[in-house]
């Protein structure tokens, strides 16, 4: 499965969540890589919107936070330009964009390694299955 987005800047509050010390150890141990520091954002092109959501809707991994009063979400691995990759799903009550947009994690710096810039289009796919 394939997803299209445009890349766009984020809210640049991600570099603290993907640096914590239990997300970058769920990720290596999960994902098999540390996410770099914050995300590379998608805005998902209007033919695959339905699929977008409903992928949303997949059990995934979970990064499961030591205290409950965190923010947990859930990680749909991907392969992006040939890099390793996954989208972090949220919890809902802490998401911050609308429901076009996703956020996806790496070991590498995408923005570098795809050589991208803002308003061009980006694949993923969707690494099957999507719970581990």
Known sequence: ???TGKLVTGA???FLFTQLDWVMKQCAEKLGFVPFPGTLNLEIVAD??????ALKN???MELLPPNPNFCAATILPVRIGGYEGAVVVPAEDVNIHNENIVEIISGEKLRSALD?????????????????
């Open 58 to 60: 997949e059990k995934g």
């Open 48 to 53: 695959d919107l339905a699929l977008m959501t």
């Open 1 to 3: 499965m394939e997803l």
């Open 12 to 14: 640049k509050q991600a």
């Open 116 to 132: 991208v810039e803002d308003g061009d289009l980006v694949t993923i796919s969707f690494e099957m299955p999507l719970v581990a």
